[in-house]
């Protein structure tokens, strides 16, 4: 982490404390401000047990973004590769349909069961569609997520 | 104030329609002036998107932004996950020009230009702030004798600096929006945690996911309660597919997970079926029959 509000960190736990993975996984967010002063521990695991929900953020004494650090460690990871394969699925779906969590056949049955069209997503869009895939390509996320 | 464009996301439409059903018929009850948001994609998902890259994630939210602003409605988002990618975006995009230059360069390609024109909403805040429990409560019609866990969910209230919608460990806004309907917000320890599904953790790790929302489920059982009310689809997706996931280790709940606008609609006199609870994956006849009771009441004269 290259702040230095970091180093404002007394270690007091708080965060771990609030933590509600790190109640049943290795996530220990004390541990992570503690380390990402002195080393890089972008290939951490623990990294993406984080649900993102922001207690430690939020409690944290000293006022240290500690979320947020997270996700930019995270981001460092990818950037070297580390993806899960879950996660590069879902990047896929994205580039691929628009949406993180495309539609299938059952929900589109479901759907006209209860009397509702296709939804007026970028699905529906053919040009919208590939203006997406358009940004996509152009933030080079493409070649970010690829194997 | 501008009128309001809807935002549907991913999970909602593709995943929970009865949801974006009961949204639909509740919207024209208050009779908000709404339309729908055309050619939106994906927020995109703040859990996965966000980590992976900033830019990204910024440029494709800027796109449904601007889609927005084109017409020149506020946007409305019935998930928490929504209303996070979307309103921190079109922040950091008001208040950075650094980042809005980057995110406006990529846009040109596609002939579109971020402005900061409009705001983004969140149904919850949307209910309390602008139409009001007041309002609501005069217009129930089914008023539901139902005690509920009400499950805010992470990306509603935090970053609180950033949502400004008060406190995160003791918020009430959610829980009056409840009461409005006629139902009892019952207390419960955690009321306030995290249901698991968040940050990419329930796409990669889906029984450390489950770990958190069973805490969760435990608790809220005990309170004694007849449902639970959320106001994100994928707190929905955690509460009711976690059930049928946790059931096949033998860890039965059987509580049934209710949007609010599903509520909203119940208590607006519409059925079960009107706002589709019958397709969540956890169906309670104990639940499904006290709703048929109260709806077979007379409309209750105030």
Redesign the interface.
């Known amino acids: 982490m290259k702040n230095s509000e970091i180093l404002t960190c007394f270690q007091c736990g708080t965060c771990t404390g609030s933590c509600?993975?790190g109640?049943?996984?290795s996530l220990n967010v004390r541990r992570i401000v503690k380390d990402s002063i002195k080393k890089d521990i972008s290939d951490q695991p623990d990294l993406?047990?984080?649900?993102?929900?922001?207690?430690c953020?939020?409690r944290c004494p000293r006022g240290i973004k500690v979320?947020d650090a997270i996700?930019s460690l995270?981001?460092e990871a990818?950037k070297k590769g580390r993806?899960?394969?879950?996660?590069r699925?879902?990047?896929k779906f994205?580039i691929e349909m628009?949406?993180?969590?495309?539609?299938?056949d059952i929900?589109v049955t479901?759907?006209e069961k209860?009397?509702?069209s296709e939804?007026?997503?970028?699905r529906?869009?053919p040009k919208?569609?590939k203006?997406?895939k358009?940004?996509?390509a152009?933030?080079?996320?493409n070649e970010?997520?690829q194997e | 104030m501008k009128d309001i464009s809807l935002f549907l996301g991913c999970v909602i439409p593709n995943r929970y329609p009865g949801i974006e059903k009961a949204t639909r018929l509740v919207l024209d009850r208050l009779g908000v002036k709404w339309s729908e948001l055309k050619e939106a994609s994906c927020c995109p998902a703040p859990g996965i998107f966000r980590s992976f890259d900033k830019v990204t994630w910024l440029v494709l939210a800027s796109r449904n932004l601007v889609l927005g602003e084109e017409k020149n409605t506020d946007l409305l988002t019935i998930c928490n996950g929504c209303f996070s990618s979307l309103l921190d975006a079109n922040n950091i995009l008001k208040n950075d020009s650094v980042l809005r230059n980057e995110v406006n360069a990529h846009l040109k390609k596609i002939d579109k230009e971020f402005r900061g024109t409009i705001e983004v909403r969140h149904i919850i805040e949307f209910l309390y702030k602008d139409i009001g429990t007041e309002k609501i409560d005069q217009l129930i019609e089914k008023p539901l004798e139902l005690r509920v866990a009400v499950h805010y969910g992470c990306h509603l209230l935090k970053p609180t600096k950033d949502r400004k919608l008060g406190g995160a460990e003791c918020p009430v806004f959610f829980d009056e929006l409840v009461e409005a309907t006629g139902a009892e917000s019952v207390p419960y320890e955690g009321k306030t945690s995290c249901c698991g599904a968040g940050g990419g953790v329930r796409s990669a790790m889906l029984e450390t996911s489950l770990k958190m929302t069973e805490y969760k489920l435990i608790r809220m059982k005990k309170a004694g309660i007849d449902c639970i009310v959320e106001a994100c689809p994928f707190c929905h997706l955690q509460y009711d597919g976690g059930q049928a996931e946790l059931e096949k280790a033998g860890k039965i709940f059987n509580i049934p997970v209710v949007h609010y606008s599903q509520l909203l609609g119940l208590a607006f006199g519409y059925t079960t079926e009107d706002v589709g609870l019958h397709l969540n994956a956890i169906r309670n006849p104990e639940f499904e029959s006290k709703i048929a009771q109260i709806q077979k009441k007379g409309i209750t004269i105030k």
Not at chain 1, 83 to 87: D, F, T
Not at chain 1, 119 to 122: F, S
Request: charged share 15%; with cysteine; aromatic share 8%.
């Open positions: 509600p993975s109640r049943y996984t993406w047990m984080c649900t993102t929900c922001y207690n953020q939020e979320t996700l995270r981001a990818v993806i899960m394969p879950a996660h699925a879902v990047c994205l628009g949406h993180a969590v495309p539609i299938d929900h479901i759907r209860i009397g509702l939804p007026e997503t970028v529906k869009y919208a569609l203006d997406v358009t940004l996509l152009s933030t080079g996320f970010l997520i």
